[in-house]
């Protein structure tokens, strides 16, 4: 199974959302996260089976608000704007009302584009199997990868860094792992052209999926 990473771009963050981000970020509440936020899981569950997208093959994003919260992370000095949300089927079984995924894209125009997405497997192979996927990644003729593991605060964050030497730009993608409810976070930006490829790290990738992890709590 490949993890399903493919999305892209993203309510304009209001300046009192970006200062309780800020307070998040490098802080206490970071060092505190234990795991996905409980909100998280309960929102994306109760609106999943009536979504547009269950029982189905493709995901259903609209412009409603984001079930992850509203404020994703400033990245590279930038607050991104969430553009679109909503759900999509993971795994074998469309209807399967305990495996899904729930994706809020965003971006900051000219600059890059991303994701924050929660994914809840049906199991614990599952779950499993897709981190193995992405830590088992490998470079190709068209894609630099590199996988590595950051910890922070109470959390190991697993990251891709990926380059497209054909297509020079780069993305990086932050994953964690909640095994008590089979379920994985992901930060994902993307289109970032060499010098802000460069200036963003493992590190920071992982510390902005924590942070967005303690503003969910």
């Not at 909503?86 to 305990?98: H, N």
Request: glycine share 8%.
């Amino acid at each position: 199974m490949r993890l399903p990473l493919s999305f892209a771009l993203a309510v304009l963050l209001s300046a009192s959302l970006s200062l309780s981000l800020s307070g998040c970020s490098g802080g206490t509440e970071t060092d505190d996260v234990t795991g996905i936020p409980a909100s998280w899981l309960e929102k994306t569950a109760d609106g999943w089976t009536a979504s547009d997208a269950f029982g189905g093959d493709m995901p259903v994003l609209t412009r409603e608000r984001c079930q992850l919260g509203d404020v994703v992370p400033d990245v590279l000095g930038e607050k991104p704007e969430i553009t679109d949300s909503g759900w999509g089927s993971y795994g074998d079984d469309p209807e399967a009302a305990d495996s899904y995924r729930y994706v809020c894209d965003f971006w900051s125009e000219g600059r890059f584009a991303g994701s924050l997405q929660l994914i809840h497997a049906a199991d614990p192979a599952t779950a499993e199997q897709t981190l193995e996927d992405f830590v088992s990644q490998i470079d190709t003729t068209d894609q630099d990868n590199t996988v590595t593991t950051v910890r922070v605060g109470q959390l190991d964050v697993h990251v891709l860094a990926r380059w497209y030497p054909t297509n020079p730009q780069g993305e990086y993608q932050a994953l964690y792992l909640d095994t008590e409810n089979n379920a994985l976070a992901v930060f994902e930006v993307n289109s970032l052209k060499d010098d802000d490829y460069a200036e963003y790290s493992d590190t920071r990738v992982a510390e902005d999926l924590v942070t967005a992890l303690a503003v969910g709590t």
